[in-house]
């Protein structure tokens, strides 16, 4: 079966810290991986999406960026972050648009 | 500008009615999703619906999809509290093949 890991789970950093956060998917090959922020009581933004190695497409423009250096691994970063970087960070994976999706258990990000 | 609409957003009922949350979008598509989020965790799949028309059951919920009418709903039946979570409609534009659009979501409190 598949399963999706999303690490940490929390996080507290300083306004010009930077930022990393892993995600990585087992039991499926070829994912199209997405980096999602929901701000609180709102709905999901779609960050960055993946539908191979190295490619990554950015729908927001932002200080965050993302990479796939693996074909199931997927990482969202910062250089430095801003106070409005603040958020709840999903990541979740499809075999396609007719599929559903598979979030990962989420970070909560708070850059103080 | 591609929207979509939840309503309502806040929903609070008794154990045992029935109730339906609608969503309603901007944008051409047919390939409509509700996710389901309980408070601070992630999101989990409840229906994909891909066709106008098509309509889904799991439980004490049924999710339809009216593709001309641009609308989807999401009905509850004899509503039980572990119903109680936020839930989320998103869209797929007929010109993306990953963006998808979120609703805000509807936030249910179910009462014993």
């Known amino acids: 079966s598949q399963t999706i890991h999303q690490w940490p789970a929390t996080l507290v950093q300083p306004v010009g810290s930077p930022l990393s956060l892993e995600c990585t998917v087992e039991?499926?090959?070829?994912?199209?991986l997405y980096w999602y922020r929901q701000a609180a009581g709102r709905g999901l933004q779609l960050l960055f999406y993946s539908v191979g190695i190295g490619q990554i497409s950015s729908e927001v423009p932002q200080n965050l960026s993302a990479s796939r250096p693996q074909d199931r691994q997927f990482i969202l970063s910062s250089k430095k972050l801003l106070l409005s970087d603040s958020g709840f960070y999903l990541c979740a994976w499809d075999r396609s648009m007719n599929t559903e999706a598979f979030f990962g258990q989420g970070t909560r990000l708070t850059v103080v | 500008e591609l929207k979509v609409e939840q309503n309502p957003l806040f929903l609070s009922m008794q154990e045992g009615k029935n109730y339906t949350i609608y969503c309603n979008y901007s944008?051409?598509?047919?390939?409509l999703y509700w996710y389901r989020q309980d408070p601070g965790k992630s999101l989990e799949s409840l229906f994909v619906l891909l066709s106008n028309g098509a309509v889904k059951q799991e439980g004490r919920l049924m999710a339809s999809l009216d593709t001309k009418a641009r609308l989807s709903t999401l009905h509850i039946t004899a509503a039980v509290h572990d119903l109680s979570a936020t839930y989320f409609c998103?869209?797929?534009?007929?010109?993306?093949?990953?963006?998808?659009?979120w609703g805000a979501g509807t936030k249910l409190i179910i009462k014993p």
């Open positions: 039991g499926t090959s070829n994912p199209n």
């Open positions: 944008t051409t598509s047919d390939r």
């Open positions: 998103a869209v797929a534009p007929m010109d993306s093949n990953y963006q998808l659009i």
